[in-house]
């Protein structure tokens, strides 16, 4: 069974640029979610999904980040215009569905994002 | 907030037992005990979860105290590809936010 696969898995872009992730989640996993790693830190959650709808975006920064899940299955997240803090790891991650804390999930390999 | 504590860096010989360590004392009752490890480039890989009893799978052990305030993984026979960053897992009240600290370095070495 193929994993959640995300790409481009490298990506480096000037300031001010926009930039996008794309992510497919593992077939029928219902719940899909976008994290940040910046070096040394472990994720942080960005949004998360339970289908098409955004049920926990309470820590993008919506001014220059947004994303969609079309249809309920492949998601984007973008940002524009970025910035040189944005350098970081985007992870997605997939699950069956419910609660979070009970709810095992599975990570992509990440997009690793360069802003200079 | 289910804020977890874990100690930096750890070593292990080849063959040996790894025990990591984790405080999660402000843990809830009905949440769970998360662990996740990563490999270096690589995204976060599910390790084992538990609530109140010990667990054991084909990648590791986990041994929850009584009072739900700690927690140790155990890898019985680590190999050097058990060199990773793990994360144990606290959950942020209320709102079902998984929340990951710094983890431990763990290095296998020969």
């Known amino acids: 069974e193929a994993g959640v696969v995300q790409s481009p898995r490298y990506k480096i872009i000037e300031k001010k640029q926009p930039v996008a992730f794309w992510c497919n989640p593992i077939?029928?996993?219902?719940?899909l979610y976008w994290y940040r790693q910046n070096l040394g830190q472990g994720p942080e959650l960005l949004i998360r999904?339970?289908?098409?709808?955004?049920?926990?975006d309470s820590q993008l920064p919506k001014d220059r980040f947004s994303a969609e899940r079309l249809k309920g299955v492949d998601s984007t997240l973008k940002i524009q215009p970025a910035e040189l803090g944005d350098s970081a790891v985007y992870l997605c991650?997939?699950?069956?569905?419910?609660?979070?804390?009970?709810?095992?999930?599975?990570f992509g390999p990440g997009t690793r994002l360069t802003v200079l | 907030d289910a804020k977890t504590t874990q100690p930096p860096s750890m070593d292990c010989a080849e063959g040996r037992a790894a025990n990591l360590p984790c405080n999660h004392s402000?843990?809830?009752?009905?949440?769970?005990v998360y662990w996740y490890r990563q490999i270096h480039s690589q995204g976060p890989q599910y390790i084992i979860h538990?609530?109140?009893n010990n667990e054991t799978n084909e990648m590791a052990s986990l041994i929850i105290t009584e009072d739900r305030k700690s927690s140790t993984l155990i890898l019985p026979h680590a190999t050097l590809r058990d060199t990773a960053v793990y994360y144990c897992?606290?959950?942020?009240?209320?709102?079902?936010?998984?929340?990951f600290g710094k983890g431990t370095k763990l290095t296998v070495n020969p």
């Open positions: 991650a997939s699950s069956l569905g419910g609660r979070p804390s009970t709810d095992t999930q599975y």
């Open positions: 077939s029928g996993h219902n719940t």
């Open positions: 999904y339970e289908n098409e709808e955004a049920v926990d």
């Open positions: 402000t843990i809830s009752g009905n949440e769970y």
């Open positions: 538990g609530l109140k």
């Open positions: 897992i606290g959950i942020q009240g209320g709102s079902e936010k998984l929340v």
